[in-house]
């Protein structure tokens, strides 16, 4: 992994168009070609990013960019769409390079982790017609826990929680935003799944689209529902 701490502009254009002016950020370049820019707030979201694949060139500004201190162009390109993020490099204050390895990936806690193998195996449970994927689909920003395909084909993103709260939503709309970029995939559905959802991250997840499906774990081990037995 490549991280470049500069003073930079960036500008993305394809099916998104969003510019960032110049200020002081992180740029991660991966091992997998992604290309993330990281500012020192926002907590772990990126402000914005290019996933593979793509293809990295660095070059000259043009005249006019030049003019106004930049040194650098850095131009990252899909290679399947017409996506683009280029980054104005103005001041390198750092950059370092090094060599992290294959990661193991997140290992969740029991009752978590057990929720979503438990869905992934009775993935009807998010519709009459759905079906599997994967589990831990990846992406440049890590694995959604759940991807599948409802009856008429549509992709469906998956977040599984024990306890649904806003961060949850608010991760689950990051992977969402992500992955609508990729033409194969899109559009995305969202369905934010829990034992247990907070009002607030009900609201939050139904205003931006998301579906709510409560999870009974109890059920989906085949235990015994104690609430349907005559005493």
Known sequence: MRVVIA???????????????LATRAIMVKAD????????GGSYKPLNWMSPPCTLRITDPDADAAAGGARQLWVVQHAKTDDRLEIEIHEV???????LG????????????????????QITLLGEGHTLVRREYPTAI???????RDSIGRAVAVEVKRRGDIDGVE????????LNRDPLLAPVQGVFAAQEI?????????DRGIRCLVLDYESMKGAEDLSSRLF
């Open 7 to 21: 003073r930079c502009a960036a500008r993305y254009t394809g099916r998104l168009s969003a510019t960032l002016p």
């Open 102 to 121: 294959v990661d193991p990936g997140l290992i969740k806690d029991g009752v978590e982790a057990h929720l979503q193998e438990l869905l992934a195996e």
């Open 33 to 40: 070609g992604s290309v993330l820019l990281h500012s020192d």
């Open 93 to 99: 204050i750092a950059d370092t390079e090094h060599e």
């Open 171 to 178: 991760q689950l709309t990051r992977y969402l935003e992500l």
């Open 198 to 206: 907070k009002p607030q991250a009900r609201v939050l997840a139904e």
């Open 142 to 148: 890590g694995p959604v826990d759940i991807l599948a």
